[in-house]
């Protein structure tokens, strides 16, 4: 728990929970920087270790060693592993997770269910397009922490950051959580659209559309302005589309083909479909995209009616 | 009972000393690493507020305008101790401005002098009946909720009470109820308008109470107060906050708070922990919920205005005028309802769960130590950005007790479903339209009955699941009796029935009012319009 500092630099200690190809990478990441770091994981699963990087079980023994935790287990694990980590944590423990989605059974965003399961009130959330292949290749990346714990968000920027990962940090922390499940969802709809041969105008205008839809639920669920059009949103829609293959658009392209079950199986992008659907009806906002997706997902329409819906409602002005 | 409040008087001048010696210590680093500069900027404003004030105003008050003016033209001549002395100068005057006093005659007085009082105002047909009987308040008013908690609590650490407000009445009907409910009394701020009152002024003079004045916008007094405020929490006095800042013009429950005085809390936590002071403060949240709101003419009528939100002080409303308050009183005689005044489950100042031990619990009840919320690598670290933040998510957690600790009553039931089914007739209306259109409107009594057993069921759900809480009639109530009850309660006090019986038919005759205490149900409308649908 202690701070030393040796020559001006500062060490800290980290407990990276998740020990998937995203939790060991940036685990390397931190220890690259000069943090003490352990990873909390399946001991001898047969995943090639960090150099340097000790690894245990004992979730609580290392929460109670770290008051810095990064979390990178998947959303459908989240709520079971706050409830295991929730007689350790403290006040004084910051921590950060890379969950994106709603969680399985109360469909919250990860840092609601952080909040509703858990003491810890500085919280962070680490979204964007890198992903642990480019951090291992080095390939020029960025991620957005959005915390409006501006010394804890500073903290995981300097604790991640290298010649080639670049980190911006956002105050808005619910708006970067939710650019980043939207993102994900509306990236089913471009999937089917893109499964349908529509050709690159009409990819051109949903991707416009999409952020357009983005940033108006973002807005009205409680996040900021322009957020949507940060690395969160726009830049997970974007290597969505320029990559081609994301899990989004194999959803996609499986509902465009009638194959309802296929693409149920990602069942955290169907659920994230219906919550936010559900959630902005209930606000009374405009998210025809969100609908279109929730209802192909559950068979209501197919991706050719969406399509033709989509087409043939009133127009409004640009920016409305 | 032992209440700091009762040594008050002993510690107020050093009080005074302590609020203006940080007051002017927060000032000299405002604009940066130039205290002159920042001395210099804070004695404009307040020269630059209080001149544009000044010029308005009349009387004695205007006769301060030239020493104003004085100071304007000489701020930038004066050197940094001139400037240092002006402010302690102005500092002083307004924490002496700002304090209040605590007489324990008065006090004693007033717990036994209140009930008779209020039993006065709320129960006026029990005076036939003797002194005594009047005053048996809790049939009138009644005092639910975590008490024992609270009483326990406030042995333990220190209470800040958080209560909605809806009406001048407010401070006076809480004091009742701590004193009722064997809570210590606390201080509070209020209005400077309400000490011109000479009976009430009087007491709240006399009870601790003091003195916020409104029309001041600038730093300098704006920080007095706030260090006035955070210096009685630290030093252990109980106190009381309306973070909703004024009454709810609409009737709803504030859910926009005021964040300032709820952030003096946890400086106040944070202050003590430097000091090597572990006492807790807890927030305890209260919920007044009225049959019959005093002002609720007034406050409907400035919410609605387009110039509403901006009328921040209104001094000429029922509560300024006494025939009102009395007629109040003797109408409100008959009611079957009961005032509820609610107290919430008290948390930390970090939003935390608090048990009988004054012991803090995360949400799976793991006890947690609420210091280490200010730590960093095992040492109590200052940051205002996180403090900020801290003080917004505890800010929720107040609104959000306010939802669930709500008491639903008839007429506010009633004033809701009955503007439900206008809406209903027509769709097309806006909220203004709807007001100015739907005087004389006829319900069919059997309808309204039917849409008030739906109405009911999904309140009761609502209940089950402890997002709100029902007035024990409304749950079990024959309806036609609710509605009855809610139609009687309107006609008793307000100058236009809100809703009168007219054979078979319910008539609206004053859809504001209607408007106002259906408001109350408003956070719930989704799943309410849907069980109507």
């Not at chain 1, 009806?281 to 405009?286: F, K, S, V």
């Not at chain 2, 107290?343 to 006890?367: E, M, R």
């Not at chain 2, 009955?418 to 005087?439: G, I, K, M, N």
Request: charged share 25%; with cysteine; aromatic share 6%.
């Amino acid at each position: 728990m202690a701070r030393s500092t040796a020559g001006g630099i500062g060490v800290s200690t980290w407990v990276v929970v998740g020990d998937g190809q995203w939790g060991r990478a940036l685990a390397r990441r931190l220890k690259a920087t000069g943090n003490l770091v352990t990873l909390v994981g399946e001991v001898g699963s047969g995943t090639r270790k960090p150099k340097g990087i000790p690894l245990t079980r004992d979730l609580g023994s290392a929460l109670t060693a770290a008051e810095r935790v990064l979390i990178t287990v998947p959303i459908s694990a989240l709520e079971d592993l706050l409830r295991a980590a929730a007689p350790h944590l403290r006040g004084d423990h910051r921590l950060v997770t890379t969950c994106r989605g709603l969680t399985p059974h109360s469909h919250l965003r990860g840092i609601e269910a952080v909040r509703a399961l858990t003491a810890v009130r500085q919280v962070a959330v680490v979204a964007g397009a890198a992903d642990a292949d480019s951090l291992r290749k080095k390939s020029p990346v960025a991620l957005v922490v959005g915390s409006p714990f501006a010394l804890w968000a500073e903290e995981i920027r300097d604790g991640l950051r290298s010649k080639t990962l670049r980190v911006y940090t956002n105050p808005d922390l619910v708006g970067v959580e939710l650019s980043n499940i939207l993102a994900a969802v509306i990236g089913v709809g471009l999937g089917a659209a893109r499964s349908l041969s529509v050709g690159p105008a009409a990819e051109a205008m949903a991707l416009t559309r999409a952020l357009a839809e983005m940033d108006r639920v973002v807005r009205e669920l409680g996040g900021r302005a322009g957020t949507a059009y940060g690395l969160a949103g726009l830049g997970v829609l974007s290597e969505l589309l320029f990559a081609g293959n994301g899990v989004p658009l194999r959803a996609g392209a499986s509902l465009a083909k009638g194959r309802i079950a296929e693409a149920a199986e990602h069942r955290e992008l169907r659920q994230a479909a219906r919550t936010l659907s559900a959630r902005a009806a209930r606000q009374r906002l405009r998210a025809p995209l969100l609908e279109m997706v929730e209802g192909m997902f559950a068979g209501r329409v197919t991706a050719e009616t969406a399509l033709a819906e989509l087409m043939t409602r009133a127009s409004r002005p640009e920016g409305d | 009972m032992n209440a700091p409040i009762f040594h008050f008087n002993r510690h107020r001048e050093d009080i005074e000393r302590e609020v203006t010696h940080r007051a002017v210590h927060s000032f000299a680093n405002l604009a940066g690493s130039d205290p002159a500069r920042s001395l210099q900027y804070v004695l404009n404003d307040a020269a630059f507020h209080e001149i544009h004030r000044l010029e308005r105003s009349r009387g004695k008050e205007a006769e301060r305008l030239s020493d104003w003016q004085r100071l304007a033209r000489r701020i930038g001549r004066m050197s940094e101790p001139e400037l240092r002395d002006e402010v302690e100068r102005r500092a002083r005057y307004y924490s002496s401005d700002v304090a209040g006093n605590f007489d324990r005659r008065v006090y004693r007085f007033a717990s036994g002098v209140l009930p008779i009082g209020l039993g006065a105002l709320f129960n006026t047909t029990d005076l036939a009946h003797g002194v005594a009987s009047v005053r048996n308040l809790s049939k009138r008013i009644r005092v639910e909720g975590n008490l024992d908690l609270v009483r326990a609590l406030s042995e333990k650490g220190t209470l800040v009470i958080v209560p909605t407000h809806s009406s001048n009445l407010d401070s006076i009907v809480l004091g009742w109820s701590l004193v009722h409910a064997q809570l210590p009394p606390c201080t509070y701020g209020a209005g400077k308008n309400l000490f011109t009152n000479p009976l009430i002024g009087y007491f709240m003079r006399n009870l601790g109470a003091y003195r916020v004045d409104r029309r001041l916008r600038h730093i300098l007094y704006k920080d007095v107060l706030k260090c006035y405020s955070q210096v009685l929490v630290e030093r252990g006095y109980h106190s009381l906050f309306f973070p909703g800042g004024t009454r709810s013009r609409s009737g709803g429950i504030e859910q926009h708070l005021k964040l300032g005085l709820l952030g003096s809390a946890l400086s106040a936590f944070s202050e003590r922990l430097l000091r090597g002071d572990a006492r807790p403060i807890y927030i305890v949240p209260v919920t007044i919920n009225y049959p019959l709101v005093l002002e609720a003419e007034t406050l409907i009528e400035d919410y609605l205005k387009e110039s509403g939100r901006a009328r921040y002080i209104i001094d000429d409303d029922e509560f300024s005028r006494v025939g009102r308050i009395v007629q109040y009183a003797l109408r409100v005689m008959g009611l079957e309802t009961s005032m509820v005044i609610r107290y919430g489950a008290p948390f930390d100042v970090f939003g935390n769960q608090v048990g009988l031990d004054g012991q803090s619990h995360g949400p799976d009840g793991t006890p947690i130590d609420p210091r280490r919320y200010l730590f960093r690598d095992g040492e109590p670290v200052s940051d205002p950005v996180r403090d900020a933040e801290y003080t917004r998510q505890t800010g929720a957690a107040v609104a959000d007790a306010f939802l669930r600790e709500t008491v639903l009553l008839p007429t506010q039931f009633v004033g809701w479903l009955l503007l439900q089914r206008e809406r209903r007739t027509a769709p097309e209306l806006d909220l203004f339209a709807l007001l100015r259109t739907t005087s004389g409107d006829r319900h069919d009594y059997a309808e309204v009955c039917d849409d008030g057993e739906r109405l009911r069921r999904a309140l009761i759900k609502l209940e089950d699941q402890g997002a709100v809480r029902l007035d024990p009639a409304l749950r079990t109530a024959p309806m036609d009796q609710i509605i009855d009850d809610a139609v009687r309660t309107f006609g008793m006090y307000h100058l236009r029935n809100a809703l009168e019986r007219s054979g078979e038919s319910l008539v609206v005759s004053d859809p504001k009012m209607l408007y106002f205490y259906g408001n109350r149900l408003e956070p719930w409308r989704d799943p309410l319009r849907e069980a109507l649908a």
